[in-house]
Antibody
Framework: QLQLQESGPGLVKPSETLSLTCTVSGGSITNYYWSWIRQPPGKGLEWIGY???????TYNPSLKSLISISLDTSKNQFSLTLSSVTAADTAVYYCARHGSPNWGSHFFDYWGHGALVTVSS | EIVLTQSPGTLSLSAGERATLSCRASQSVSKSYLVWYQQKPGQAPRLLIYGASSRATGIPDRFSGSGSGTDFTLTISRLEPEDFAVYYCQQYGSSPCTFGQGTKLEIK
């Protein structure tokens, strides 16, 4: 059974950089697309960006200048960095696998449990 | 980007009743690339329906999806106690993919 687990600091200071890693177990990171999605407390879901196992990325234009997603196939991990954070970036951050290896299947069938990141001084 | 508007915001029903949730897009969703998720408190979303009408693996057949273009519907034929949750639609027909704001299905 595929499992995803987010890890990283739960508290980040304003203007600093948020960094999270998603570790994939029970399956390989190859041949699929992988995304980061976030959910502010009590609010809805926002797609952040995705990476293909080849390393190619696509980001949400609303965050494009601030984010970077990378992967390490040897560790079966992919990572998110979000720079210059503000309180508005406080959210549960989820990593997720896209529903099919095919390009265009940008929906999510496996999710991590989520990591709450609070931006506060 | 495509804006998805879900209605109603909250739906109050009893177990055994039929639930009908709506998702309307600001422009046509290409190839009916629309999915539905269920989210319970403290949990990640769970994929229910993809491609507007295909049930994901392990999803009971009381869940069904329909629609095309700009209007989509999730129907739960007979509500079970575990179905009370928040439901989100998401389109992936154009980038960026976007989510609706959610419908909370609560026990009446």
């Amino acid at each position: 059974q595929l499992q995803l687990q987010e890890s990283g600091p739960g508290l980040v200071k304003p203007s600093e950089t948020l960094s999270l890693t998603c570790t994939v177990s029970g399956g390989s990171i190859t041949n699929y697309y992988w995304s980061w999605i976030r959910q502010p407390p009590g609010k809805g879901l926002e797609w952040i960006g995705y990476i293909y196992y080849t390393g190619s990325t696509t980001y949400n234009p609303s965050l494009k200048s601030l984010i970077s997603i990378s992967l390490d196939t040897s560790k079966n991990q992919f990572s998110l960095t979000l720079s210059s954070v503000t309180a508005a970036d406080t959210a549960v951050y989820y990593c997720a696998r896209h529903g099919s290896p095919n390009w265009g299947s940008h929906f999510f069938d496996y999710w991590g449990h989520g990591a709450l990141v609070t931006v506060s001084s | 980007e495509i804006v998805l508007t879900q209605s109603p915001g909250t739906l109050s029903l009893s177990a055994g009743e039929r639930a009908t949730l709506s998702c309307r897009a600001s422009q046509s969703v290409s190839k009916s690339y629309l999915v539905w998720y269920q989210q319970k408190p403290g949990q990640a979303p769970r994929l229910l329906i993809y491609g507007a009408s295909s049930r994901a693996t392990g999803i009971p057949d009381r869940f069904s999806g329909s629609g095309s273009g700009t209007d989509f519907t999730l129907t739960i034929s007979r509500l079970e106690p575990e179905d009370f949750a928040v439901y989100y639609c998401q389109q992936y027909g154009s980038s960026p993919c976007t989510f609706g704001q959610g419908t909370k299905l609560e026990i009446k």
